[in-house]
Nanobody, 124 residues
Framework: VQLQASGGGLVQVGGSLRLSCAAS????????MGWFRQAPGKEREFMAT?????????YYADSVKGRFTISRDNAKNTVCLQMNNLKPEDTAVYYC?????????????????WGQGTLVTVSS
């Protein structure tokens, strides 16, 4: 599956952004989808995942729980990340990723397919 992330930009503290990831290629519905981010000088970290199975269970990192919401639309082959109440520490390049029949635990090694990343900058 090929992934294309979009929606990043510059936003003020407390603002919102919605990231989108368009998938093409193989059967999107077979893939657990996740969002990860990498801040300058830091390692990439897990943010949120949504399961591939019916029911679409979601799982979040503690740092974004209650502020970020992941969703998917299998008919449109897209996964989105709604980010609210953004903080300066949310500044990073955000990546969408896919793991065929993957778990929702956000285990990076499961994710074989990655988008190119989209930059989110939160200014104070």
């Amino acid at each position: 599956v090929q992934l294309q992330a979009s929606g990043g930009g510059l936003v003020q503290v407390g603002g919102s952004l919605r990231l989108s990831c368009a998938a093409s290629g193989r059967t999107f519905s077979d893939y657990a989808m996740g969002w990860f981010r990498q801040a300058p000088g830091k390692e990439r970290e897990f943010m949120a995942t949504i399961s591939w199975s019916a029911g679409y269970t979601t799982y979040y990192a503690d740092s974004v729980k209650g502020r970020f919401t992941i969703s998917r639309d299998n008919a449109k082959n897209t996964v989105c990340l709604q980010m609210n109440n953004l903080k300066p520490e949310d500044t990073a390049v955000y990546y969408c990723a896919g793991a065929r029949y993957g778990s929702i635990q956000g285990l990076e090694y499961e994710y074989k397919y990655w988008g190119q990343g989209t930059l989110v900058t939160v200014s104070s």
